[in-house]
């Protein structure tokens, strides 16, 4: 079985080595992208970065979420799309001379397929850091099989 994450049109197939280009057997870029937004009149929506590990047994995305409250957060997991989204509050007391971490609504979606245990998936919060936790099924665990001496 193959097992794939799309994040934002980027797929992760399961294999760990690197090429000469700097990218990874998943074709992920080892340099962080810049982080983004999309503006309206009304308001903009920040797409946060995340990291995605691979372990024999699960993945794991660690996502920067500077300023978040586990109250401003949401997780969802439905027909094999996992969103990350909430709201970075305001702190209008304070005058900034510069910020590089965006305020405002944040968005943020992978396509995980049948590549994870949907009931095993939790995440937590801790110093601006989210880290959501995605077991993988049974089925696409590496196993060992046993050769038998054939008579």
């Known amino acids: 079985?193959?097992?794939?994450?799309?994040?934002d049109s980027t797929t992760l197939n399961q294999s760990t080595n690197t090429n000469s280009h700097g990218t990874n057997s998943h074709g992920v870029n080892s340099t962080r992208p810049s982080s983004t937004a999309t503006c309206t009149r009304s308001n903009c929506v920040y797409t946060p970065r995340f990291d995605l590990w691979e372990g024999s047994d699960e993945f794991v995305l660690y996502g920067d979420l500077p300023g978040v409250s586990p109250d401003d957060l949401e997780i969802e997991f439905e027909d094999g799309r996992?969103?990350?989204?909430?709201r970075v509050q305001s702190e209008a007391e304070r005058k900034y001379v510069s910020v590089e971490y965006g305020i405002g609504d944040f968005y943020r979606e992978f396509l995980l397929g049948e590549s994870v245990n949907a009931a095993g998936i939790t995440?937590?919060?801790?110093?601006?850091?989210?880290?959501?936790?995605?077991?993988?099924?049974?089925?696409?665990?590496?196993?060992?099989?046993?050769?038998?001496?054939?008579h």
């Open 123 to 150: 995440a937590e919060l801790k110093n601006g850091v989210v880290t959501i936790h995605l077991p993988k099924p049974e089925a696409s665990k590496p196993r060992r099989i046993e050769v038998q001496l054939a």
């Open 1 to 7: 079985m193959s097992t794939n994450i799309n994040t």
């Open 82 to 86: 996992l969103t990350v989204q909430g």
